[in-house]
């Protein structure tokens, strides 16, 4: 079934030519997220998601109330809701395989919503700028496509991509938004930054940085955070990057140098150094495969409580 807005299929082409003109509420939309001041989100209730992660659930769910992620520039962030059910799916893509990532937030929230008889598939997407690559317009044609070849209907609801997030200053262009946030028990889409990234915020980056594909962190069943196992090749240029000024790091790891918040190198640096100090991560971090498991304690914080898989 096509991709709706307002209760008509869209032409992905001329939205993805023409965002400004083609589908006026969506633009409004856009100016209403983009208006917003990005409201600080404690790790209270939280699953932070990272790049080329998704997390599922519900508004049963007892320990999250609240998905997001943030540190967007080139990256879009979707969230996929079933009005039914309330379930809710929140991922950071980047472009690396869109098609699968869209079938697998699409099933995460189908199979969450298999016991509700109404309600309908609603599609936020929300990231990227108008960068000198053009990687932005890149995923969001790439996302609207692949929305729009599922069997399901899918009616998109918030659009602030691109051309539609983009701000300019002295001749740069930037993200408006860099972060959202969705509360899974009011559905509600928020212009969102997170201090807290964790746990283990180093540790997931180091596998997105060695090529790892887009994975689910989350069993809301159990209500357990699930990092792992992991496994790369040696990284051996480790001490190369690390020897390099800020400069050097930003301009080369960055598919958009100007456009990063100011702790990118930072945690790139720490990215490089969990790489260096464990070259084989399934001997020092994850012997017999197995992951690290956590669950909010009573204070609403991540706290492992075992190595056991889910």
Request: charged letters at 20%; glycine letters at 6%.
């Amino acid at each position: 079934m096509p991709l709706m807005v307002s209760g008509q299929r869209v032409d992905v082409a001329q939205l993805a030519r023409q965002r400004l003109y083609a589908y006026p509420e969506l633009e409004e939309r856009a100016k209403l997220l983009r208006s917003q001041p990005a409201q600080t989100v404690g790790p209270r209730g939280l699953l932070y998601v990272q790049q080329r992660e998704f997390a599922a659930t519900t508004p049963k769910d007892g320990s999250v109330s609240i998905l997001g992620s943030d540190d967007a520039t080139t990256c879009h962030l979707v969230v996929l809701r079933h009005t039914g059910s309330g379930a809710t799916c929140l991922t950071h893509c980047d472009g690396s395989d869109t098609d699968n990532e869209v079938l697998l937030i699409t099933n995460a929230v189908r199979v969450l919503s298999s016991n509700t008889e109404y309600g309908r598939l609603e599609l936020h997407l929300v990231g990227g700028f108008r960068d000198d690559r053009h990687l932005s317009q890149q995923l969001t044609n790439q996302l609207l496509r692949a929305f729009d070849h599922l069997q399901d209907s899918v009616h998109l609801v918030t659009f602030c991509v691109t051309e539609l997030n983009d701000r300019q200053e002295k001749g740069n262009h930037y993200p408006h938004v860099y972060g959202i946030a969705a509360n899974v028990k009011t559905g509600e889409i928020f212009h969102a930054t997170f201090p807290d990234k964790g746990p283990e915020e180093d540790l997931r980056s180091a596998s997105t940085l060695t090529g790892a594909q887009m994975v689910n962190i989350y069993d809301s069943r159990k209500e357990q955070l699930c990092i792992g196992p992991y496994y790369w090749m040696p990284f051996h240029h480790a001490d190369f990057w690390l020897q390099q000024d800020d400069q050097y790091i930003l301009q080369n790891l960055s598919t958009s140098p100007l456009a990063e918040p100011p702790h990118f190198i930072s945690h790139i640096r720490a990215t490089l150094l969990c790489l260096k100090e464990h070259p084989f991560p399934d001997r020092t971090l994850f012997p017999g495969r197995k992951p690290w498991i956590y669950t909010k304690n009573e204070d609403g914080l991540w706290e492992r409580v075992s190595s056991e898989p889910i």
